[in-house]
């Protein structure tokens, strides 16, 4: 990568890689070392040449508009990764099912949801390579709601170049929870499209006293996740009826039943007791986040019930909203995933 007569300056090493500084107009003919990046505040931040581009006359105006009078040539060293190469590496060993990626970019590469779903982060693995030093992994949290084309990754490298073992050791990394899990650290799992009966308890719904809010709110929070409401009743503050209604969704083969009201500890607040009088499993009444601790969780023969606090009815994000996607993605929640939402679990 050198010019006919250019003069070079500067010597940088970086590990056993040499950088050797040349001016922008001896440069013509030589191949970028790295991308150049232009930025104009308030219009364009962006990758004004590519690694790879070789230079021409009519580059040297626009190279010293970004304020560049002199370019490095790169004598790489065996063992040495340029800044793309490590972090395209990283992103092909950690990529699981529905993600993609492109390009890389000064030295990163951004892992994108190839469909809406739930992201899979494993935090260990994230954790495990961020200490190797040189080399950052940022993502999302895991259990976090994608759209197609939303980014969940992006590695990056750190210097201009990094030692291939640093590389080596993330691929080691993916490749040990691959063969312990059986999948690769990061993916995005699919939401199943499920039909939920509703029920919604209260005297003075049932009664007509005052409109119902919660069939329409729950309705638009399924449809978000390309789920349905199949069905909805109601009941009044009547244990016994409850349950019985409970069982007819039950009976009707619905994938999700939710019962909505009366799940506070008023005493005359009955859900709570009538869910569990009707033979649910309960993973846990009441969750360590707001809004939503008085969430109710649980399975009954096999088939996930909720119990809706009010708060589903006017907060945008509730532990319901932490809970669905996971139910809708096909995970069978235990205690532990409750327990862990209190750190992060505050939206107020």
Do not use: W
Not at 17 to 34: C, I, N, Q, S, Y
Not at 263 to 284: E, F, H, K, L
Not at 305 to 316: E, R, S
């Amino acid at each position: 990568m050198t010019g006919e007569g250019a003069g070079f300056g500067e010597v940088k090493r970086i590990g056993n890689t040499l950088l050797r500084e040349v001016k922008v107009e001896d440069a013509v003919g030589m191949t970028l070392a790295h991308d150049l990046t232009q930025i104009l505040p308030g219009q364009f931040k962006g990758r004004l040449f590519r690694k790879g581009h070789r230079v021409t006359l009519d580059d040297i105006p626009k190279l010293k508009d970004i304020g560049k009078e002199h370019l490095y040539v790169m004598e790489l060293a065996e063992g040495d990764l340029h800044e793309d190469d490590a972090a395209l590496r990283m992103a092909v060993a950690l990529a699981g099912e529905n993600l993609s990626f492109g390009e890389p970019h000064e030295g990163k590469v951004a892992l994108k949801a190839a469909i809406s779903g739930l992201a899979s982060i494993a935090k260990p693995v994230v954790d495990r390579i961020n200490a190797l030093g040189d080399i950052a992994l940022a993502t999302v949290l895991n259990h976090r709601v994608v759209r197609e084309g939303e980014s969940i990754a992006a590695t990056r490298a750190i210097p201009l170049i990094v030692p291939e073992e640093k590389v080596a050791e993330v691929e080691r990394i993916a490749a040990e929870y691959k063969e312990k899990e059986g999948k690769l650290p990061m993916s995005v799992r699919p939401m199943r499209k499920l039909r939920a009966g509703l029920l919604t308890t209260g005297s003075e719904v049932y009664h007509g006293r005052i409109q119902d809010k919660f069939g329409p709110a729950v309705v638009r929070k399924l449809a978000e996740y390309g789920s349905e409401v199949a069905e909805q009743r109601f009941a009044p503050d009547d244990r016994e009826t409850i349950a019985l209604h409970i069982h007819y969704f039950l009976e009707q083969g619905y994938d999700m039943i939710l019962v909505t009201g009366g799940m506070s500890v008023d005493p005359d607040d009955r859900t709570p007791g009538a869910i569990a009088d009707a033979g649910t499993d309960i993973v846990s009444y009441g969750t360590p986040m707001l809004p939503g601790s008085m969430l109710l969780f649980g399975y009954l023969r096999g088939i996930p019930i909720f119990g809706l606090p009010g708060c589903v009815m006017h907060d945008p994000y509730t532990s319901f909203d932490v809970l669905l996607p996971r139910v809708l993605a096909g995970d069978i929640l235990v205690r532990e995933d409750i327990v862990g939402m209190g750190y992060g679990g505050l939206h107020r």
